[in-house]
């Protein structure tokens, strides 16, 4: 059960996009389409912000995307903005019927 | 409005017990996968363990397998987590947290209400 892989952070100046991969196995990422994203502000509980690698809950920006190729999922910002830094997961159902988190990206707007 | 809310956290010592809680509303409890969640100070989250909406099948991470126990009451519409042996290293907010999908789905596999969580320290 190792975490899935992400990096530690990434940065970008309002207006670019940006991209976070999250790098995971045959066992869990590559195995089903059942990779989610959330959102964490300091002090505050997880908001999911995709499900089913590409599935975005309607209230959240349609500036946020999300794929997944293989063994790795990602998640794009468009257009970033100074309210989209927080800390970004990615999390993954696994053929073991148990979850599994990434390490957790932060994302700074310069 | 679908709500968790967890309960129980507190200071126990290095080889002690403990069990959180969590209680639901808005939603029909018993077809829902719940799960708990931690966060260590200044960490990424952790899946801790899993159970489904009868009960009858949980699922731990191998970090916990043997020491922590998940349950449910669906009559109270109540999440549970008995922690023993604990350790340093279980120090963490603990989240309860619900499954997007109905356990008969197979979609939906995230989780999309979380509670605000509540703090265990394990320290002497």
């Known amino acids: 059960q190792s975490a899935l892989t992400q990096p530690a952070s990434v940065s970008g100046s309002p207006g670019q996009s940006i991209s976070i991969p999250c790098t995971g196995t045959?066992?869990?990422?590559?195995?089903?389409?059942?990779v989610s994203w959330y959102q964490q502000h300091p002090g505050k509980a997880p908001k999911m912000i995709f499900f089913d690698v590409n599935n975005r809950p309607s209230a959240f920006s349609n500036r946020f995307s999300a794929s997944k190729s293989g063994n790795t999922a990602s998640l794009t910002i468009s257009g970033l903005q100074a309210e989209d830094e927080s800390v970004y997961y990615c999390s993954s159902y696994t053929t073991s019927s148990t979850w599994v988190f990434g390490g957790g990206t932060m994302v700074t707007v310069l | 409005e679908v709500q968790l809310l967890e309960s129980g956290g507190g200071l126990v010592q290095p080889g002690g017990s403990l069990r959180v809680s969590c209680v639901a509303s808005?939603?029909?409890?018993?077809?829902?996968?719940m799960s708990w969640v931690r966060q260590a100070p200044g960490k990424g989250l952790e899946w801790v363990a899993g159970i489904s909406g009868s009960g009858e099948t949980p699922h731990y991470a191998d970090s916990v397998k043997g020491r922590f126990t998940i349950s449910r009451d669906n009559s109270k519409n109540a999440l549970y987590l008995q922690m023993s042996s604990l350790r340093a290293e279980d120090t963490a907010v603990y989240f309860c947290?619900?499954?997007?999908?109905?356990?008969?789905?197979?979609?939906?596999?995230?989780?999309?209400?979380w509670g605000h969580g509540t703090m265990v320290t394990v320290s002497s």
């Open positions: 947290a619900k499954r997007l999908g109905l356990d008969t789905s197979s979609y939906y596999f995230a989780f999309d209400v």
């Open positions: 045959s066992s869990d990422v590559g195995a089903y389409d059942y």
């Open positions: 808005g939603f029909t409890f018993s077809s829902r996968t």
